[in-house]
């Protein structure tokens, strides 16, 4: 063999492993692959793996929530250190308002807002929002086409201010249901095997503003005006944790969360992440012990004090002294010390929602690792089945109730002043030591 050959040769084999085929002939995997470091998601920790004992550390006082303690491994995982507050909450609201006002300005025929065609000339249906473009809601054009569209009506306004109509304020995402196609019946398929996967599709449209009703129909005989008026939209509150989110909203947010961080590491030509979600019950109670397995509280316990007698988290001391830990309802996230994992307000400030469905038996059958309960609830279904775990306590409640193992609950599509809640997002693998 010629010399010419063998460098033809070479060059061919060469080619092949680049492209990712077999190298000589030997089993060496796609080459030219991403490499994965793993780093923090902003505003998160890491959580390591492990195994704890879950479930109530102290007497279940008034026999309501009584559940056996069971030991549970957990998958290592991030979560947020704070609950999520109500400007990273804007955040959400903002962007809603503004795909809404691209997309009516897109149809209305101006110019910049939707990009119709990809960048091989093919027709995009639906049309991609064109973020570049800035709204100019000044502009007397632009006012005029989302009048009717995205403020209030004239006879709703008060003194004649215009604002937006938040109702209008709809989050639309897809869902699919992982659970309901593992099911072996709906794997068989027709005779080829094969199955329609949009039988596990489902689009879902969520109102996403916060209730900020909640300050005044909670309670009855209790001035909350100013929380009412302000206590979303006032820059004073801003580094304090959103409420009147119910369950349904927190979920669509963690999905629009999703969308925006995969969007952006896709632009770049990067991994993407698993998505954010709201916490199961398991990875919340490990989360919030903080390495401290058989203690009640983050801290440890069993007190709700420091040794200088200053209370711990913003909860309900005493005999209703709301006062006597700092806080007359909410406060700013992170005004306590943090547990061994660096998470703050896991008790207190407010209770957090989880994904997972209420069941007060629901240790006693579900599995021992990584352990999840989770049931979609329709609009139909009997009110029992849309109740929705929350975990931690929050500003009104007892020591009893801001503890590690308390379990209660809230219904899915209800909205509280005192139920707020942080994302968490799977780590892929077993630990950061694996990528070092």
């Known amino acids: 063999m010629n010399m010419k050959k063998i460098i033809l040769l070479s060059s061919i084999v060469a080619l092949l492993s680049a492209c990712g085929g077999s190298g000589n002939g030997e089993l060496i995997g796609v080459q030219n692959r991403a490499i994965w470091n793993p780093t923090d998601p902003y505003g998160m920790v890491f959580i390591p793996q492990g195994s704890f004992n879950m479930g109530p550390s102290d007497q279940d006082v008034p026999f309501a929530n009584v559940s056996q303690s069971k030991t549970v491994s957990v998958g290592a995982f991030y979560m947020d250190e704070t609950e999520i507050t109500n400007n990273e909450y804007r955040q959400f609201t903002s962007w809603v308002r503004d795909s809404l006002a691209h997309i009516i300005l897109g149809e209305a025929g101006i110019e910049g807002h939707l990009i119709e065609e990809d960048k091989y000339g093919n027709f995009l249906d ?11 809601w000044d502009d007397q054009e632009v006012r005029e086409i989302l009048e009717e569209e995205m403020y209030l009506p004239e006879h709703e306004r008060l003194n004649s201010r215009r604002e937006f109509d938040t109702r209008k304020y709809i989050y639309k995402y897809q869902v699919l249901d992982i659970n309901a196609a593992s099911v072996k019946s ?3 398929g027709d005779a080829t095997g094969k199955r329609d996967r949009s039988e596990f599709i489902s689009n879902v449209e969520v109102s996403i503003f916060p209730d900020t009703l909640t300050w005044s129909h909670d309670y009855a005989y209790s001035f909350n005006d100013p929380y009412t008026k302000g206590y ?16 349904k909203q927190a979920t669509a947010f963690s999905k ?33 012990r903080g390495g401290l397995d058989a203690s009640p509280y983050p801290w440890g316990g069993p007190y709700t004090r420091n040794i200088q007698g200053c209370f711990l988290a913003n909860f309900k001391p005493l005999r209703g002294n709301y006062v006597a830990d700092g806080g007359l309802k909410t406060i700013k996230t992170a005004s306590y010390n943090p547990n061994g994992y660096g998470l703050y307000d896991m008790s207190g400030n407010v209770a957090e929602w989880t994904s997972n469905a209420y069941d007060e038996s ?7 690792m990584n352990m999840d309960r989770h049931y979609n609830a329709e609009e139909d279904d009997h009110a029992v089945l849309k109740r929705k775990s929350i975990r931690g306590g929050s500003w009104k409640d007892i020591a009893y109730f801001i503890q590690n ?18 994302n968490v997002v799977d780590f892929l693998g077993r630990d950061k030591e694996d990528f070092q």
């Open 126 to 136: 639906p049309a991609r929002i064109d973020w570049s473009t800035r709204i100019r």
């Open 232 to 247: 979303f939209f006032h820059p004073a509150f801003d580094d304090y944790p959103v409420v009147g989110v119910n369950w």
């Open 362 to 368: 629901a240790f006693s059958y579900s599995h021992d």
């Open 256 to 288: 629009w969360r999703s969308k925006m961080m995969n969007s952006f590491l896709r632009k770049i030509k990067q991994p993407t992440l698993p998505e954010f979600r709201l916490p199961t019950e398991s990875e919340w109670e490990y989360a919030s």
């Open 186 to 188: 709906k794997r068989e």
């Open 405 to 422: 193992g308390t379990r209660t609950f809230e219904y899915q599509d209800t909205a509280k002043s005192y139920v707020g809640f942080r």
